[in-house]
Protein backbone atom coordinates (compact mmCIF):
# COMPACT_ATOMS: atom_id res chain seq x y z
CA UNK A 1 0.00 0.00 0.00
CA UNK A 2 1.13 3.48 -0.83
CA UNK A 3 -0.22 6.55 1.60
CA UNK A 4 -0.20 10.22 -0.50
CA UNK A 5 -0.68 13.47 1.46
CA UNK A 6 -0.87 16.60 -0.84
CA UNK A 7 -0.27 20.51 0.16
CA UNK A 8 -0.14 23.95 -1.44
CA UNK A 9 -3.45 24.40 -3.08
CA UNK A 10 -4.64 27.92 -2.75
CA UNK A 11 -5.79 31.32 -4.60
CA UNK A 12 -3.97 32.96 -6.37
CA UNK A 13 -4.16 36.16 -8.84
CA UNK A 14 -3.00 35.22 -12.51
CA UNK A 15 0.74 35.57 -13.46
CA UNK A 16 0.98 34.20 -9.62
CA UNK A 17 2.94 31.42 -8.47
CA UNK A 18 2.01 28.26 -6.25
CA UNK A 19 4.05 24.88 -5.28
CA UNK A 20 2.40 21.54 -4.49
CA UNK A 21 3.73 19.20 -2.55
CA UNK A 22 2.92 15.33 -2.10
CA UNK A 23 4.62 13.10 -0.21
CA UNK A 24 4.51 9.51 -0.51
CA UNK A 25 4.67 6.48 1.89
CA UNK A 26 4.11 2.75 2.47
CA UNK A 27 5.42 0.74 -0.10
CA UNK A 28 7.37 3.08 -2.06
CA UNK A 29 10.27 0.63 -3.67
CA UNK A 30 6.67 0.13 -5.56
CA UNK A 31 6.18 3.51 -7.22
CA UNK A 32 7.11 4.35 -10.84
CA UNK A 33 6.30 7.28 -11.78
CA UNK A 34 4.42 9.78 -9.82
CA UNK A 35 3.17 12.88 -10.67
CA UNK A 36 0.22 14.82 -10.94
CA UNK A 37 -3.30 15.42 -13.13
CA UNK A 38 -5.60 17.95 -12.55
CA UNK A 39 -9.61 17.84 -13.27
CA UNK A 40 -11.36 21.17 -13.60
CA UNK A 41 -15.46 21.35 -13.34
CA UNK A 42 -17.27 19.51 -16.16
CA UNK A 43 -13.15 18.62 -18.13
CA UNK A 44 -11.60 15.29 -17.87
CA UNK A 45 -8.71 15.01 -15.58
CA UNK A 46 -5.69 15.18 -17.37
CA UNK A 47 -1.95 15.06 -17.25
CA UNK A 48 0.10 17.82 -15.45
CA UNK A 49 3.69 16.09 -14.84
CA UNK A 50 5.02 12.84 -14.02
CA UNK A 51 8.74 12.40 -12.69
CA UNK A 52 10.37 8.64 -12.68
CA UNK A 53 11.49 7.15 -9.76
CA UNK A 54 15.20 5.98 -10.89
CA UNK A 55 18.09 7.52 -11.30
CA UNK A 56 17.58 9.49 -14.81
CA UNK A 57 14.25 11.12 -12.82
CA UNK A 58 12.48 11.39 -16.73
CA UNK A 59 9.80 14.08 -16.49
CA UNK A 60 6.88 14.23 -18.69
CA UNK A 61 4.54 17.66 -19.23
CA UNK A 62 0.99 18.31 -20.02
CA UNK A 63 1.31 20.49 -23.13
CA UNK A 64 -0.84 23.04 -21.61
CA UNK A 65 2.16 23.40 -18.89
CA UNK A 66 5.23 23.40 -20.88
CA UNK A 67 7.34 25.79 -20.00
CA UNK A 68 5.44 27.18 -16.87
CA UNK A 69 5.40 24.23 -14.82
CA UNK A 70 7.96 22.19 -13.05
CA UNK A 71 8.22 18.77 -11.36
CA UNK A 72 11.07 17.72 -8.86
CA UNK A 73 11.90 14.81 -6.34
CA UNK A 74 13.17 13.94 -3.03
CA UNK A 75 13.51 11.10 -1.39
CA UNK A 76 13.62 10.91 2.05
CA UNK A 77 14.40 7.79 4.28
CA UNK A 78 10.84 6.29 4.47
CA UNK A 79 9.34 8.87 2.28
CA UNK A 80 9.43 9.81 -1.55
CA UNK A 81 8.20 13.52 -2.13
CA UNK A 82 7.32 15.18 -5.76
CA UNK A 83 6.64 18.92 -5.94
CA UNK A 84 5.06 21.31 -8.44
CA UNK A 85 5.77 24.51 -9.26
CA UNK A 86 3.19 26.01 -11.03
CA UNK A 87 4.44 29.60 -12.33
CA UNK A 88 2.91 32.29 -14.85
CA UNK A 89 -0.58 30.44 -13.31
CA UNK A 90 -3.49 31.37 -15.94
CA UNK A 91 -7.11 31.07 -15.01
CA UNK A 92 -7.74 28.10 -17.05
CA UNK A 93 -5.25 26.27 -14.55
CA UNK A 94 -7.96 26.36 -11.92
CA UNK A 95 -8.48 22.72 -10.96
CA UNK A 96 -8.94 20.13 -8.46
CA UNK A 97 -4.96 18.90 -8.45
CA UNK A 98 -4.24 14.98 -7.77
CA UNK A 99 -1.23 13.04 -6.87
CA UNK A 100 -0.45 10.51 -8.24
CA UNK A 101 1.72 6.99 -7.82
CA UNK A 102 1.67 4.52 -10.55
CA UNK A 103 2.95 1.18 -8.33
CA UNK A 104 3.97 -2.36 -9.85
CA UNK A 105 1.10 -4.31 -11.18
CA UNK A 106 -0.87 -1.46 -12.63
CA UNK A 107 -1.59 -0.25 -9.73
CA UNK A 108 -2.85 3.48 -8.74
CA UNK A 109 -2.77 5.50 -5.87
CA UNK A 110 -4.60 8.41 -5.73
CA UNK A 111 -4.39 11.53 -3.22
CA UNK A 112 -7.21 13.24 -1.82
CA UNK A 113 -6.91 16.56 -4.49
CA UNK A 114 -6.01 19.60 -3.05
CA UNK A 115 -7.79 23.18 -5.38
CA UNK A 116 -5.73 25.79 -7.43
CA UNK A 117 -7.67 28.38 -8.10
CA UNK A 118 -6.49 31.35 -10.37
CA UNK A 119 -8.43 34.75 -10.31
CA UNK A 120 -8.62 38.22 -9.89
Known amino acids: QVQLVESGGGLVQPGGSLRLSCAAS????????MGWYRQAPGKQRELVAT???????????GDSVKGRFTISRDNADKTFSVYLQMNSLKPEDTAVYYC??????????WGQGTQVTVSS
Open 51 to 61: ITTGINGITNY
Open 26 to 33: GSIFRINP
Open 100 to 109: NAQATGRVSY
